[in-house]
């Protein structure tokens, strides 16, 4: 392959020399296999085509300067892609499949492992698509689970270096007793407009409003939401925002260092009170936040007063890094060692 310029990788795809498969047909997964091929062969009547069954995941192998690769909760994936199978009436993977397949993907591209320091990490996309014909809104009766990896960097090109968000109110992520809870592609499409918008605007991401009363914070379109103040984490608790296990961690982390953690309806006016806030997931750990325009309100909520991230913020970060690199002591089994 050509040499990667490992500080400098965006969050893109690469190719890479082999993906792990297993087929869910006459009531049973086959024994995850690998491939070559970067090609799915579907039938034109797939219901992942017309009726939206897929669901995905998203995690990350890390090299410690130990030279063992590290893979962080893959476990929690594992159940949470049980939990968008059941969202949407697809095959539930069991989670030792889930887990056997995810560290041969690991392990037979282990030379895509990004080196300690570089600032990179191999992530990991796990992908469960219903593949029988089917015209009538019924699901599949045949499913393929595929796990595939690329090495990338940050998601936002910034780092971890505040950055503005907007708020509008003419766009809903989705509704809350609808699928936002579970990690499916339609809940992404949702976002794609909004998200464009904010974009050319020179916002980083949305952030979205409950939509049923547009007054309490949900979540951003690729990220669950945090605000910090008094010593204490304050997560959104929503009907439609998904559960991100990053956020999950930095709870737990956050508890840890002797802080309150509350998840709770965070009303929209509450942005004024936080000394930090920031957009959590695995692709980004935390993007600290700089401030919130509500576009429609003509509102904006400073939240970083001096455009750096904020010494809470940036404590939880690290720790989570060095857990996921093992530089700090996995104290709660977060992390599965592979060599």
């Known amino acids: 392959m050509d040499a990667i310029d490992w500080s400098n990788l965006s969050f893109g ?8 498969r297993s087929h869910y047909k006459d009531g049973k997964w086959s024994t995850p296999a690998e491939t070559t091929s970067e090609e799915i062969n579907l039938h034109m009547a797939a219901t992942c085509l017309h009726y ?48 056997e397949a995810v560290v041969k993907a690991v392990k037979l591209n282990e030379r895509f492992v990004p080196p300690y320091e570089s600032g990179a990490s191999l992530y990991i ?15 599949a009766s045949e499913y393929l689970f595929v796990v595939f990896v690329t090495p990338v960097g ?5 780092g971890f270096k505040p950055t503005p968000v907007a708020i ?15 990690k499916i592609g339609g809940n992404y499409a949702a976002s794609l407009v909004a998200g464009d918008r904010a974009h050319k ?19 951003c379109g690729p990220a669950n939401f945090f605000g910090i103040k008094n010593n204490t984490y304050i997560t959104p608790l929503s009907s439609s925002v998904l559960p991100s296990i990053t956020n999950k961690s930095l709870m737990q982390l956050a508890q ?44 904006s909520y400073v939240i970083s007063k001096d455009g750096n991230a904020g010494p809470i913020s940036t404590l939880l970060y690290n720790k989570l890094k060095g857990i996921q690199l093992g530089d700090e002591e996995d104290t709660h089994g977060w992390v599965t060692v592979l060599y």
Do not use: C, H, W
């Not at 509450?270 to 509102?299: C, H, M, W, Y």
């Open 52 to 99: 939206g069954q897929e669901s995905f995941e998203g995690l990350k192998a890390f090299k410690g300067k130990d030279g063992k690769t590290r893979i962080f909760r893959m476990r929690e994936n594992a159940l949470r892609m049980i939990s968008s199978s059941q969202g949407i009436m697809m095959a539930e993977l069991p989670v030792e499949i889930f887990e």
């Open 256 to 299: 840890d260092m002797g802080m309150k953690v509350e998840q709770r309806q965070v009303p929209e006016e509450e942005l004024s009170t936080f000394e930090e806030a920031g957009q959590v997931g695995t692709a980004a750990v935390i993007s600290p936040i700089l401030r919130v325009d509500d576009i429609d309100e003509n509102k």
């Open 168 to 182: 509008f109110r003419g766009y809903d992520r989705a509704a809350p007793l609808g699928t936002g809870t579970i």
């Open 201 to 219: 605007m020179g916002y980083s991401a949305v952030l979205y409003l409950d939509a049923k009363e547009k007054k309490y914070l949900d979540e």
């Open 13 to 20: 795809y690469i190719k890479t020399d082999y993906n792990v």
């Open 154 to 158: 940050p998601y936002f090109k910034e």
């Open 125 to 139: 996309r796990p992908l469960l698509i219903g593949v029988s014909p089917q015209v009538g809104v019924k699901p």
